[in-house]
Nanobody, 129 residues
């Protein structure tokens, strides 16, 4: 069982920045977990926007590339998403997600497989003009 708790959401104007955090609690085992951030806007499907592998390799959805940065602090068991140059279309509920690592883990695969893994309760991000 992996427990994920997000924080850091809020309201910001276009062009602003936010940093999301996710506390990660995973059992000690031989399983290796890869992490990512999902988001879901009203009326839209949940999509992965950023992932980080066990080797710290990262991937991003085209819509956020160059603006968002995913990172992790292993000692603090915390995952981050730094969001800069925010746009109105970034408004969504953001979820931290964990899935078993596999070759080729990235935003495209997580968008398809997130239901098989774990995710948190979400944190709302609102971007206004």
């Amino acid at each position: 069982q992996v427990h994920l708790v997000e924080s850091g959401g809020g309201s910001v104007q276009e062009g602003g920045s936010l940093r999301l955090s996710c506390g990660v609690s995973a059992p000690s085992s031989q399983r290796t977990w890869c992490l990512g951030w999902l988001r879901q806007a009203p009326g839209k499907e949940r999509e992965a926007v950023a992932t980080i592998g066990n080797d710290d390799s990262t991937s991003y959805a085209d819509s956020v590339k160059g603006r968002f940065t995913i990172s992790r602090d292993r000692r603090a068991n915390t995952l981050y998403l730094q969001m800069n140059s925010l746009k109105r279309e970034d408004t969504a509920m953001y979820y931290c997600a964990a899935d078993l690592c596999f070759f080729g883990f990235n935003t495209a695969t997580l968008s398809d497989t997130w239901r098989q893994g774990y995710w948190g309760q979400g944190t709302q991000v609102n971007v206004s003009s």
